[in-house]
């Protein structure tokens, strides 16, 4: 027999390498897939934290004086505060509402020199100067304006969210004068809304503090 192939029979066969198991991908996938994870759970929180600070800084502001109820008021705000959070989370006059915060409830009426806004769509950085008049201005101490006496008397209110706004437009209403009927009045009116439908009896409240009752 030939040395040749005496080892031929002896020499065990050569194998390629072993191709990884399905277990050893998956597990590897796993582990990767977790360490991505974990570091977009770390990252992401923190890149927001810092955009959002970026994005603060970068809002413009401006200082605005502003007179609101008699009272002169000088305060520093973004460019895009409405009047009536300026009023509400600057001021802390929570008489005046936010309904829908479009312009379309009424709810949040106060009267900028002497004119019925809605304040929800007023920016407070145009108001230098101006004189701002809420439902907490309107009585003088201990008396209530007319107005507020006449809702008590007429009960022109249920829930009470839209009274304030009521209220002030209806005296707007009163110094434009537009109280010469009830059809006058609940047309120079209508931008004010009451879900609870008291409608007729904020009429008869106007009317009441107009002299017409």
């Known amino acids: 027999m030939s040395t040749e192939a005496s080892e031929s029979a002896t020499s065990p066969p050569t194998r390629p390498p072993s191709a990884p198991s399905r277990r050893t991908v998956i597990?590897?996938?796993?582990?990767?897939?977790?360490?991505?994870a974990a570091g977009g759970l770390v990252a992401g929180p923190s890149l927001l934290g810092v955009e959002e600070a970026a994005a603060a800084e970068a809002s413009p502001s401006s200082r605005v004086s502003l007179t609101v109820n008699g009272e002169r008021h000088t305060v520093t705000v973004d460019n895009r505060t409405s009047l009536l959070d300026l009023l509400r989370e600057h001021l802390g006059?929570?008489?005046s509402k936010k309904g829908c915060n479009a312009g379309a409830c009424g709810a949040c009426t106060v009267l900028v020199d002497g004119q019925r806004v809605n304040s929800c769509l007023t920016l407070a950085v145009r108001l230098e100067g101006a004189e701002v008049t809420t439902v907490e201005g309107l009585a003088r101490g201990d008396h209530l304006h007319p107005l507020q006496q006449a809702f008590i008397d007429q009960d022109a209110f249920q829930c009470g969210y839209c009274t304030p706004g009521q209220i002030v437009s209806g005296v707007g209403c009163m110094q434009e004068g537009h109280t010469g009927s009830a059809e006058e009045i609940r047309e120079w009116m209508s931008g004010n809304i009451c879900r609870c439908g008291c409608y007729v009896k904020i009429v008869r409240a106007v009317e009441q503090a107009s002299g017409r009752k």
């Open 27 to 36: 597990a590897s996938t796993t582990v990767v897939g977790g360490v991505i």
């Open 93 to 95: 006059l929570t008489g």
